[in-house]
């Protein structure tokens, strides 16, 4: 186990540090994430929610995505940053947006997902897997092999 994955939005009201490395990690360009971010763009690290600490309450925003999966994004209710992602996918990981992190660099995507959803504006790493839509369970077991730590899903 690396050193915690600590971070928190821009007015300092919610803090987070998940104590266990990512399961997967991921830039998602879907509608929704779009939608949230006002950006190309999700980049999103998921951790086990057993290993996660939070501090200060987030807001959360359900829709139901276009997989027709329920996602909730929590953000902070006084500035506005978007700090977390909760996915039906993976209901024991919590979704962290990579840029609340405190060292955002260490944030290593391996997928771009949502491609087809891409905006002729968004650029997106080149060497990355590009995935048309939602992985499907092949696609997203080979992401988890190869995660910068092996989580069991179960
Ligand atoms: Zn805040
Ligand atoms: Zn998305």
């Known amino acids: 186990m690396n050193e915690a994955w ?57 829709v139901r995505a276009e997989s027709g999966r329920r996602v909730s994004r929590g953000f902070c209710p006084t500035c506005g940053s978007p700090l977390f992602i909760q996915a039906d996918l993976v209901p024991d990981l919590q979704g962290l947006w990579a840029a609340s992190l405190d060292e955002p660099a260490r944030f290593k995507p391996q997928a771009d997902v949502w491609v087809s959803r891409g905006q002729p504006w968004d650029c997106m790493a080149s060497p990355l897997q590009k995935i048309a839509e939602a992985p499907n369970d092949e696609e997203f077991h080979a992401l988890l092999a190869h995660a910068q730590a092996r989580v069991p899903l179960d």
């Open 6 to 62: 600590a971070g928190g939005c821009a007015c300092g009201a919610i803090r987070y540090a998940s104590a266990a490395d990512p399961a997967f990690s991921w830039n998602c360009h879907c509608r929704d994430c779009q939608r949230a971010s006002g950006s190309a763009f999700c980049a999103v690290l998921y951790v086990p929610r057993a290993a996660l600490t939070v501090h200060g309450e987030a807001t959360y925003f359900e």
